[in-house]
């Protein structure tokens, strides 16, 4: 499976926007992109996933490098409630595409 | 909708002891996860099921887990016998096909703890 590589945390303020990078230098063609999230003491949850083109939807944007070897989930206006592990994951078309394999995210702390 | 439901919501349990974990799937989902958690590890996959059926049960530690879905909307993770180096968080997550584009939903955990 192709790696990512995400910072291990970052800080934002509430209501400012947060750029959460993510490295995918191997990725394949087929290699989807997604993203999700893990609140304190809860499941993993979808935010979003793209391909090729920039993805828009009511949690985030997805923003996608021309040469697909980098993302960024844009959170627009980050709110207490965004405080969370941030997970990028590339989902390929392969035999075993129906697996998610999380590495160990982006901390993301959001001060008031 | 009602999500993905797992119960107990948290297990504490003595050495030796069977543990059973459940999970009810989204109503129409046809495939499902069982996820372990765990500081050291992070998150890993355990055994898959498609249509009810095993299909990649590779992640499974050991014999003393097993994992069955006798119907659509009912699956359980046992472990027997329990070990203390079985304490993790175990999550269960469904999703509507196994195309890779579609999104996993996840539950909100079983947290189990073997003394």
């Known amino acids: 499976d192709a790696k990512t590589t995400q910072p291990n945390s970052m800080e934002s303020n509430e209501e400012e926007p947060v750029h959460l990078p993510c490295n995918h230098s191997?990725?394949?063609?087929?290699?989807?992109i997604h993203w999700y999230r893990q609140l304190p003491s809860q499941g993993p949850e979808y935010v979003i996933h793209?391909?090729?083109s920039n993805v828009n939807n009511r949690m985030a944007s997805l923003a996608i490098a021309e040469d697909r070897k980098s993302s960024t989930l844009i959170l627009h206006r980050a709110t207490l409630r965004d405080a969370a592990v941030y997970y990028c994951?590339?989902?390929?078309?392969?035999?075993?595409?129906?697996?998610?394999?999380f590495g160990k995210g982006t901390l993301l702390t959001v001060n008031p | 909708d009602a999500g993905v439901i797992q119960s107990p919501r948290h297990e504490v349990t003595e050495m030796g002891q069977e543990v059973t974990l459940r999970c009810k799937p989204i109503s129409g989902h046809n495939s499902l996860f069982w996820y372990r958690q765990t500081m050291m590890r992070g998150l890993e996959l355990l055994i898959y099921f498609n249509n009810n059926v095993p299909i990649d049960d590779s992640g499974m530690p050991e014999d003393r887990f097993s994992a069955k879905m006798p119907n659509a909307s009912f699956s359980t993770l046992k472990i027997q016998p329990s070990e203390p180096r079985d304490s993790a968080v175990y999550f269960c997550?469904?999703?509507?096909?196994?195309?890779?584009?579609?999104?996993?939903?996840f539950g909100d955990g079983t947290r189990l703890s073997i003394l």
């Open positions: 997550a469904s999703t509507r096909s196994q195309v890779y584009s579609q999104p996993q939903h």
């Open positions: 793209g391909l090729t």
């Open positions: 191997t990725i394949s063609g087929t290699d989807y």
């Open positions: 994951i590339l989902r390929g078309s392969g035999g075993s595409n129906y697996k998610l394999t």
